[in-house]
């Protein structure tokens, strides 16, 4: 890709853009232009102000000062549909498609009016098409959602933001859901889209991607742009430091020493109600000083291990054994008292309650402890008390133990959420996706945590997407598929190509 | 025009709008009255007259705010743990019921033992009325907005049964009514020769102690994290399903301490129109005080006085006293408005 771009035409322009909340600066006087045909990077931790950014663009928030130009012209504020006529298309990071409906009527609803949909399908499906086949996005106009992949859906919402002439992409976070092979091909894609024309907007917190596709990248830090530089000058490291304003250093895990098995699963197999994947007769150890970084894509029986493992399911079958004890009673108390530390995947609506206190919500699996409650009643101050020291230990920024959680930055929601979890010194240890959508810094830190409670001897199930977070941190990685467990694979025998495949479901032929 | 969060609603913020609310409802009313073709401002003046103008007529509001408050409380309680009790009418008189077969029966218990006795008993049955459906609930899944308020006609057809059967005072004359209380089984005045009796007491300590049970208890706070967030109370393993059968305990409980407080305390006797809606006025007076305990209180006193002095101002002005209910409903809607607007800042463009 050409690194001349500042010749060209300058296809959007923020000027001076600031945003406050209340006291907290959100966007302070900030200066973008983005180049046809030029990818963009967008990095910052999470707060940084990015989302607020977006928001401001698309007229969801209204600036408090500065203005946006799209193609030269200045867009009104506060308008939410100014952008999307001017020419702007957001991939969310949450897909917003509708399950009950095919891609072609996702694409189409929204562009037309609602009785017009079955009119001008023909050629609406053939523009599809032609669209699919020049952007490399190969998907069935005529397949319902609900049956799609992930890497399929992301697709049709690409291809979305395409049919209504979006000559500005911008994608948040698209990678985090997605396998080794289908980030390649996505990226594929945003190569013909800048053959093209298309100037993207890429918001991500993986810098080796950023590294890859972006010509230029911005970072933001406490809603300041800190840094501008093309892709070519700069290194992931100084990027890394730039976002967080300091030297970061990652963490690498020194060689493990495998202990006693402390949670194992002998032929279990699992059928969670609803549509979800289930567990197909597995075998598993936890052995304690050990991360078991179990790889595989959202969706194939992961959920239904962890409810295993955080005491809200049972296994239908088989053998499940604590330590010694062969299929003890199993509850999430029995789970807590079982001294099993839990990081569950939705950190907003199942690890917090939005509307209580951070002192609420860091108490709330151990309430009923003596040094919290007495005969019934709180102790409101001792619970204080403990909501200070994980404030300040686990270094969750916020006003006080009195904000509301949902106040919060997703990162400082997990950072609670892991003291809530760490301060019982657990022996065995779920981590559900605990650093998905987080930024670097919290990653770090959410990391670093991990291994010192493997280092004393805890261990520690790891559940992930992101593979470069599985090759990283695990002592051993399985990989999970349509409800089945790969064998294990020690440190470094496999390749991220390679646990690629096995996500993808190959080499389970003998096992299934 | 536009929603944005308000991050740390302000304390002028929180009172402001509801207090706007009230004097929204208020200008209504007024046209309404116009329309009717009275003064204004006459026809409200005497509402207030009516509602707190003599001391006759406060006390009067507050007999009328004494059922309110435990039905607000009833509702109010079951309401923070997502328990959609719409069945108080029932519960009411359920304890009015049990107050009426013990009162009349000589219990030969010295002092304020029988009342307690009473009171206890009361809570008893109305707390087992919401029982039942709590356990559909939480086994089969049935709705208990539907159950709770089918409950409430069963519960009035069945004291009709009742008044007109086995219950019937044999010196009535005729009229579907109990027998009179016994002295011991009614509640006193709390000033002589005033007309309010224990029951508005009663009231003032159920709303405090409902207030310390949900701020200060581990069941009010588990009470709160059900009706918050069903999902992550599972996660961390509240007892769900205990819990709400303890909020139901406690709701069905309060809501019968209503009908006690009507027997013991005012009527003597129990008749087929001893609440007028009681229980479903209570969903109102608990919405109003935005589910606060002690905003129930105040929520009752306020819905209690516009019905008295409706009743005393139509008297007089000749405006019908649907002005009162018209007066109530607009109230809530404008309070549906003020808690978004507490929460939600408007913003143009």
Known sequence: MTTATEAREVVLRLNGITKRFGKQTANDSINLTLHRGEVVALLGENGAGKTT?????????????????????????????AALKAGLGMVHQHFTLANNLTVLDNILLGTSPIWSLGRGRKSARARVKTLAEDFGLAVDPDAKIAVLSVGERQRVEILKALYRDARILILDEPTAVLTPQETDALFKTLRKAVERGLSIIFISHKLQEVMTISNRVIVLRHGKLVGQTPTAKTTPSALAELMVGAKISKPVPSESKQGATLFSLRGVSAHPPGHRTGLRNIDLDLHAGQILGLAGVSGNGQGALAELLSGEAKPESGEMRLGNEKDPPWSPRAALAAEIGRIPEDRNSVGSIANFTLTENVILETYKNPSLSRAGWMRWSAAETFARKVIAQY???????????????????????????????PRII??????????????TYVHER????????????????????????????????????????????????????WMAGEGFGHAA | MRLEPVANPSFARTLGFPAMALGLSVIVASFLALLAGANPFATLGLILKG?????????????????????????????????????????????????????????????????????????????????????????FGVDEVVTTLLLNFIMLL????????????????????????????????????????????????????????ETRTTLGYEIRAVGQ????????????NLVLFKTALLSGGLAALAGFSEVAGLKGSLTLDLSPGFGYTGIVVAMLALLHPLGVVVSAVFVAGVFVGADSMSRTAGVPTYIADILLATALLFMVLAILLTRFRIVRG
């Open chain 2, 51 to 139: 509602a707190v103008g003599s001391q006759f007529a406060a006390l009067e509001t507050l007999n009328r705010a004494t059922p309110l408050i435990f039905t607000g409380l009833a509702v109010a309680v079951a309401f923070r743990a997502k328990l959609w009790n719409i069945g108080a009418e029932a519960q009411l008189y359920m304890g009015a019921l049990i107050t009426v077969i013990l009162g009349t029966s000589a219990l030969g218990l010295p002092g304020p033992q029988p009342l307690i006795l009473i009171a206890f008993t009361a809570m008893l049955g109305g707390a087992l009325m919401l029982l039942g459906p709590v356990i559909l609930k939480t086994r």
């Open chain 1, 395 to 425: 270094d969750v920024r916020c006003p006080g133990p009195e904000t509301r959680i949902r106040l919060l930055s997703g990162g400082n929601i997990q950072k609670l959420i892991l003291g809530r979890a760490f301060e019982t010194s």
């Open chain 2, 229 to 240: 967030n069903l999902k992550a109370a599972r996660f961390v393993g509240i007892p769900v």
């Open chain 1, 53 to 81: 950014l977006m928001n401001i663009l698309f007229g969801h928030y209204t600036a408090d000062a500065g203005t946006v130009e799209v193609f030269g012209h200045t867009l009104p504020t506060g308008t939410t549909g």
């Open chain 1, 430 to 443: 779920l981590a559900n996706q605990p650093v998905r959508g987080l930024d670097i810094g919290a990653v």
């Open chain 1, 450 to 501: 991990l291994i010192a409670a493997r280092d004393k001897g805890a261990a520690i199930l790891l559940i992930s997407e992101d593979l470069d977070e599985i090759l990283s941190l695990s002592d051993v990685i399985r990989v999970m598929s349509e409800g089945r467990l790969s064998p294990e694979f020690p440190r470094g025998s496999k390749t991220a190509a390679e646990l690629g495949r």
């Open chain 2, 158 to 213: 069945f004291v009709s049964l009742l008044l007109e059967g086995p219950l019937k005072d044999p010196m009535g004359m005729g009229w579907p009514k109990s027998p009179r209380l016994e002295s011991e089984a009614r509640l006193p005045r709390i000033v002589e020769g005033l007309r309010l009796h224990w029951g508005f007491a009663l009231g003032l300590i159920c709303a405090v102690a409902v207030w310390m049970i």
